[in-house]
């Protein structure tokens, strides 16, 4: 079982930004893919960014040129920096991580619980 610590959220004025991480407590970290989601009030969750082992990363339309995932394995630990921000980025982000190495939404098996961000206008 991964467990999955997010830190980092905020409260940040548009225009702004934050740097969110996120510790994973598994050996073979190295091999799982890992994403960024969030879910706004009354709205789904949603794919946000995600990386593979190998550091090939995609991303939302909605954050592109605006938010970059990154991993340090060696520190099990991925990141998301998020620069621009908007009222709309306001949402509670999850970390997730994929056995399959797959950035594949439905691929993500383990979730962290949480960090809010807001964005004031």
């Known amino acids: 079982q991964v467990q999955l610590v997010e830190s980092g959220g905020g409260l940040v004025q548009a225009g702004g930004s934050l740097r969110l991480s996120c510790a994973a407590s598994?050996?073979?970290?190295?091999?799982?893919?890992m994403g960024w989601f969030r879910q706004a009030p009354g709205k789904e969750r949603e794919f946000v960014a995600g990386i593979t082992g190998y550091n090939n990363a995609a991303y939302a339309n909605s954050v592109k040129g605006r938010f970059t995932i990154s991993r340090d394995n060696a520190k099990n630990a991925v990141y998301l920096q998020m620069n621009s921000l908007k009222p709309e980025d306001t949402a509670l982000y999850f970390c997730?991580?994929?056995?399959?190495?797959?950035?594949?939404?439905?691929?993500?098996?383990?979730w962290g619980q949480g960090t809010q961000v807001t964005v004031s206008s």
């Open positions: 997730a991580a994929s056995r399959s190495g797959s950035v594949v939404v439905t691929d993500f098996d383990y």
């Open positions: 598994e050996r073979t970290f190295s091999n799982y893919a």
